[in-house]
């Protein structure tokens, strides 16, 4: 049984999604399962339980997927890992990922497994190295992470088709050219290619923030994190203020995110928020 999808008795994904980062929580303050066993649980709940790719090109993309996702769990020093860009963030991502492709699929849309496995790559190596903080420069951590890369793609024949795609899609997890990327796709009838799929990375990037269960906590650990590292802004976005800020900076554009109702959870959390604080009654 997949330990942190499961799809019994419900009808709509987005519940599942609740639940996958409710589990992940109760993993990381216990005994954490680990990158790699969050990574197949995702592989398992897309194609199938304890499967794998037929296509060689996808088996090859995931085995560099879960070579990565080891190193990042045995080499890690949980004394210094960021506050919010943490393994914890990473194992977000790939479930918000798997549940975006399970969605599209949903609406319609299947995508092709070498697709799902480079997403899947993608998500687990966006932040890879991260040291907290933000870029000071365009593409500044990304860049860190596109190069780390490298010594992956060395260890797995992957083509330079894929390993471009991919590199770009890190490319644009820069939180500075996310508008744009959905500008690009906007009017465009969705089909899984590279502007499309930068898209879903976004939005797979975001999804635990973007709840009202999860998101106010990550806002707090992005604070504490940009505070070490003497960002101006941590002052604001861990408060109501900055969370309204965020929420209203966002953009769903994929069926995927559609069909979990994105846009309408925000909406609901940008009028909770906006309602005016009853004033302290005089006694």
Known sequence: MNQLFNAAGQSSLYPILIQA???????????WMGLNHVLKSCQDFLIAEHADFASSDARTLMACALNLSEHMESTVETDSEPHYHNRLHTADAMCGMAVLLEALKQEGFVCSEEWIAALLLTVTAHDYLHPGGANSSPQELESRSVKALDLFFVKHPISSVWRERICHMILKTD???????HDKVAGRTFVMDLDWACVVMNEAD?????TDVFGPALGEQLAAEWQLKNLPLHAIVGTQQGRLGFLKSLRFSTPGSLNLQFPQHIASQVALLMQPVPSARLL
Do not use: E
């Not at 975001?206 to 973007?210: D, E, M, R, T, V």
């Open 21 to 31: 980062f409710s589990r992940l929580r109760d993993s990381w303050q216990g005994d």
């Open 206 to 210: 975001i999804l635990a923030s973007s």
């Open 175 to 181: 939180p500075a050219l996310v508008g744009a990327n």
